[in-house]
């Protein structure tokens, strides 16, 4: 019974900054990966960042040294620091756990960045 739940999106200017959280809750494996998505109107899924169990992190391209990842194992929480938004930013960013080759998903939190 795995939830996940993301919270800390909004309106920000370009610029600006917001941290993204999820709070997964259930039966949690140890080993596991949790992730950041996000999809824009029009566009495909794509991974934002991910962390590993272990805290392996890795980036897509277009938010590297902009994003940050990181995560609470004891809390099940990840987090996700979003410095310098730009307009591009804007979507609905899901959090994802990969666990046991099986894939969870939130519900999703809008980011939304203006001029």
């Known amino acids: 019974q795995v939830q996940l739940v993301e919270s800390g999106g909004g309106l920000v200017q370009a610029g600006g900054s917001l941290r993204l959280s999820c709070a997964a809750s259930g039966s949690i494996f140890s080993i596991n990966v949790m992730a950041w998505y996000r999809q824009a109107p029009g566009k495909q899924r794509e991974l934002v960042a991910l962390i590993t169990s272990g805290g392996s992190t890795k980036y897509a391209d277009s938010v590297k040294g902009r994003f940050s990842i990181s995560r609470d194992n004891a809390k099940n929480t990840v987090y996700l620091q979003m410095n310098s938004l730009k307009l591009e930013d804007t979507a609905v960013y899901y959090c994802?756990?990969?666990?046991?080759?099986?894939?969870?998903w939130g519900k999703g939190t809008l980011v939304t960045v203006s001029s």
């Open positions: 994802n756990l990969l666990q046991g080759g099986m894939n969870y």
